[in-house]
């Protein structure tokens, strides 16, 4: 399995309130992604790295930020949480094309 | 951009049975890939196949890029096949998003 975790796995947060998600990898792939998976649906693309600090928004980017300062770590940040961005988010890596996915991290905003 | 569609969208089978899931795609595509989403949420890469034919175990699986399609094989099903098996796309000129088909939720029957 490729070295994929995500912090926290589940978080309960309440309306407003920021928060951040981490991925991490010790597999050196360039890029990076976060995704959202809500009931029913597949996985849809909030952002997406290239490299250390080259990063750009995927198909549903608004209310969220990233930074990629590191190889290994990954962060998406809700700047201020809502009910609407309650899901299951999902970190992937890719080096050429085939993406390994983490466990998950589902956030409940209440 | 790409759509990918997937079918049957649900499928109830008996332990020991085999069963073919369809994908087609829009468009020429550089990347597919084929997923198991298990019970417990975890995404579980099944196969890389942009092109041809490749297999593991019970499992086999065929794109066939020119008349975009792809189609999984599962021969002798177990319970524990049971799940969301997934396939996504990425666009002819990008390695960055992949679209995600709704997924076919299989259920395998003791």
């Known amino acids: 399995d490729a070295g994929i975790t995500q912090s926290p796995r589940h978080k309960v947060t309440e309306t407003g309130t920021p928060v951040t998600l981490r991925c991490h990898q010790t597999?050196?792939?360039?890029?990076m992604y976060w995704y959202r998976q809500d009931p029913g649906h597949g996985l849809r693309l909030i952002h997406y790295s290239y490299g250390v600090k080259d990063t750009d928004k995927g198909e549903v980017s608004d209310g969220y930020s990233v930074s990629r300062s590191k190889t290994e770590d990954f962060l998406l940040t809700l700047e201020s949480a809502t009910s609407s961005q309650t899901s299951v988010y999902f970190c992937?890596?890719?080096?050429?094309?085939?993406?390994?996915f983490g466990p998950g991290t589902r956030l409940t905003v209440t | 951009g790409i759509q990918v569609e997937q079918s049957p969208p649900d499928l109830i089978l008996q332990e020991g049975a085999n069963s073919t899931l369809r994908c087609n795609f829009s468009d020429s595509v550089n990347n597919l890939q084929w997923f198991h989403q298990n019970p417990w949420g975890q995404l579980i890469n099944l196969f890389y196949i942009p092109s041809g034919t490749k297999q593991n175990g019970r499992l086999s699986a065929t794109t066939v890029a020119t008349e975009r399609y792809s189609l999984l094989y599962i021969s002798s099903s177990q319970t524990t096949d049971s799940g969301v098996y997934f396939c996504?796309?990425?666009?002819?000129?990008?390695?960055?998003?992949?679209?995600w088909g709704a997924g076919t939720k299989l259920i395998i029957k003791p």
């Open positions: 597999e050196n792939h360039r890029y």
């Open positions: 996504a796309s990425s666009r002819g000129d990008s390695n960055y998003q992949l679209i």
């Open positions: 992937a890596i890719s080096e050429s094309g085939e993406q390994y």
